[in-house]
């Protein structure tokens, strides 16, 4: 896929979510499959979607989270999941993480039901959560490694994994420091290094950007490009359009649940 395919994709699916946005929060908005590459874009010809969701829903009491959303995330593609604020776009990623169960409906990662083969799926991914999960009273490098050891990885092996993703993620020099001395935008990234200890093959990112500064948000959408390079599946969730439309190969809106 070349680069101005890319840019096509983006466009064409973007300019479909801003038609959708402009319509507002009418009930006929509702997650859909975009119009982007079709699947196998791996490399491995593979036809299995990283992501499936066919009519999931999810209520909190009275409250209906997801009302009967449906997506397909082709494997190696950057899909951006684009809402408001109670959208669903939280519910619908702890799903997929299998930190939730859904009430009806389906989710699959790579073939495999986040109800029926919960173990299966965490093999596969990695989730960064929309509020970051790093222990402020822990350095750069012990959150890493206790990540690593918590995700099963020997010792050695998270020691030296935790410093690659240190290095990547322009940390080094910090990595010694308690993280409650990290800016946010380095916070955000000791977060995706951590969800990435087990190289996931389809990563889940919910707001990666908010609320950081244009540099924070820049070196975020940069790991980004950087993980759809190496092959990363990612199905990121965003509230600004501009940020689907920069990072997603293809774009879904999501609004009341569907
Ligand atoms: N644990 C919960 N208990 C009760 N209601 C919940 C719970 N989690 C989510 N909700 C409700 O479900 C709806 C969808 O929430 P969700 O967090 O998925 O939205 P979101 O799109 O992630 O929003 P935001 O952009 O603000 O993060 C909201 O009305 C929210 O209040
Ligand atoms: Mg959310």
Redesign the pocket.
């Known amino acids: 896929m070349t680069a101005d395919n890319e840019q096509v994709t983006s466009t064409d699916a973007s300019a479909h979510a801003a038609s959708q946005l402009r319509r507002g929060a009418s009930s006929t908005s509702r997650v859909e499959p975009g119009t982007g590459p079709v699947t196998g874009v791996n490399g491995r010809g593979s036809s299995v979607p990283a992501v499936l969701v066919e009519g999931v829903v999810k209520r ?2 009275a ?1 209906v ?1 997801l009302d009967g959303a449906g997506l397909e995330v082709p494997a190696g593609m950057v899909f951006g999941l684009l ?10 990623v702890r799903i997929l993480a299998t930190l939730l169960a859904p009430d009806a409906g389906r989710a699959e990662v790579l073939g495999h039901d986040v109800v029926r083969e919960p173990a299966a799926v965490r093999e596969l991914i990695g989730l960064t959560g ?1 509020f970051a999960a790093v222990d402020e009273l822990l350095t750069g490098r012990e959150n890493l490694e206790m990540f690593g050891r918590l995700f099963k990885l020997s010792r050695e092996d998270a020691r030296r994994r935790a410093g690659e993703l240190l290095e990547r993620f322009d940390l080094a020099q910090a990595a010694d420091r308690p993280a409650r001395t990290y800016s946010g935008g380095m916070r955000r990234r000791l977060d995706i290094a951590s969800s990435l200890l087990t190289r996931p093959r389809v990563l889940f990112l919910d ?1 990666p950007a908010t609320g950081l500064d244009p540099r924070g948000r820049n070196e975020i959408w940069a790991i980004v490009r950087e993980l759809r390079r190496g092959g990363t599946t990612l199905l990121l ?1 965003t ?1 600004y359009l501009e940020e689907a439309d920069q990072l997603a190969d293809r774009i879904a809106v999501i609004d009341r ?1 569907r």
């Not at 809402?83 to 619908?92: E, M, Q, R, S, W």
Request: no cysteine; net charge neutral.
């Open positions: 909190f009491g409250t989270a809402g408001p604020n109670g959208a669903g776009k939280t519910t619908l929309q707001e969730t509230q649940g």
